[in-house]
T-cell receptor, first 114, second 116 residues
Framework: AQSVTQPDIHITVSEGASLELRCNYS??????LFWYVQSPGQGLQLLLK??????LVQGIKGFEAEFKRSQSSFNLRKPSVHWSDAAEYFC????????????FGTGTRLKVLA | GAGVSQSPRYKVAKRGQDVALRCDPI?????LFWYQQALGQGPEFLTY????????KSGLPSDRFFAERPEGSVSTLKIQRTQQEDSAVYLC??????????????FGPGTRLTVT
């Protein structure tokens, strides 16, 4: 069965520090992978996506993610965190057949210290 | 252009009441998804429409949940005889994809349902 694991429920970093949010997936074929961000009271905003090709993907707001097939991972990174990055981050895998629904991880809540 | 909109944004229902949640997808988007997000959890798939056809309702938790999209645009998620475990944020998403997962889903702000 398809699944997504985000091992870190909460992460706290200082403003200006680097960030890595972990995501591991379980999927039979090459998955379609996404990172979304959710601010309080807001909907989900797409940060970046991976379908195929270059395994290092650039997204909005200075985020990037690297697809590593051998580790079944798609970790999100940012070199220097801003206070406005405080939010909840969700990794998702998109089914490549049938409904094309997304399967989400449980999320990582990021806190940024000034 | 306008994004996905949902109404109401907040709904409080007494246990046993029926509720109807509305989703206005992005104009022209073929695919529409409903997800349920419980507190502290990621969204979980409920149902999927391609135009007016409900192609997948495998995620609906019980027969109290019903969704429709009669004209292939606006969708309504209806929950009958609400229970406390129905308390969650209900997210709607739309996609221009009708046959490929390569088109990302655009999410609305959600409807927070609280059942008392």
């Amino acid at each position: 069965a398809q699944s997504v694991t985000q091992p870190d429920i909460h992460i706290t970093v200082s403003e200006g520090a680097s960030l890595e949010l972990r995501c591991n997936y379980s999927y039979g074929a090459t998955p379609y992978l996404f990172w979304y961000v959710q601010s309080p009271g807001q909907g989900l905003q797409l940060l970046l996506k991976y379908f195929s090709g270059d395994t290092l993907v650039q997204g909005i707001k200075g985020f990037e993610a690297e697809f590593k097939r051998s580790q079944s991972s798609f970790n999100l990174r940012k070199p220097s965190v801003h206070w406005s990055d405080a939010a909840e981050y969700f990794c998702a895998v998109g089914a490549t057949s049938g409904t094309y629904k997304y399967i989400f991880g449980t999320g990582t809540r990021l806190k940024v210290l000034a | 252009g306008a994004g996905v909109s949902q109404s109401p944004r907040y709904k409080v229902a007494k246990r046993g009441q029926d509720v109807a949640l509305r989703c206005d997808p992005i104009s022209g988007h073929v695919s529409l998804f409903w997800y349920q997000q419980a507190l502290g959890q990621g969204p979980e798939f409920l149902t999927y429409f391609q135009n007016e056809a409900q192609l997948d309702k495998s995620g609906l938790p019980s027969d109290r949940f019903f969704a429709e999209r009669p004209e292939g645009s606006v969708s309504t998620l209806k929950i009958q005889r609400t229970q406390q475990e129905d308390s969650a944020v209900y997210l709607c998403a739309s996609s221009s994809s009708g046959g490929t997962p390569r088109r990302e889903q655009y999410f609305g702000p959600g409807t927070r349902l609280t059942v008392t």
